[in-house]
């Protein structure tokens, strides 16, 4: 990854926990650069909701008051993405910035 800070890049978006959590990224690199995503497509594709919005709470509660970040998914939305799976995301979110 340093070499790829090196080049100047101010963000990194696509994350998938079998690589590295979205909690290491943020660690190592969140002082530098951006990131984005940390939903991993798989939990949103197999999980049920009451378990993405308790993996999506987690995932904000590990960034509060860290820079650089965009939650979303690790990557696009794809057709295959179950419609409740990331509702729930889009929910939980939502859930977590009315309390503030």
Partial sequence: ?????????????????????????????????????????????????????EYVTEVLSFCQGRRGIAIGSGNQIADYVPPEGFLAMVEAVKEWRKRG
């Fill in 1 to 53: 990854m340093e070499p790829i800070i090196a080049t100047g890049i101010d963000a990194k978006h696509s994350n998938e926990d079998l690589i590295a959590p979205f909690s290491t990224w943020v660690e190592r690199y969140g002082e530098r650069i951006g990131n984005f995503g940390g939903i991993d497509m798989n939990v949103l594709c197999i999980e049920d909701e009451k378990t993405i919005k």
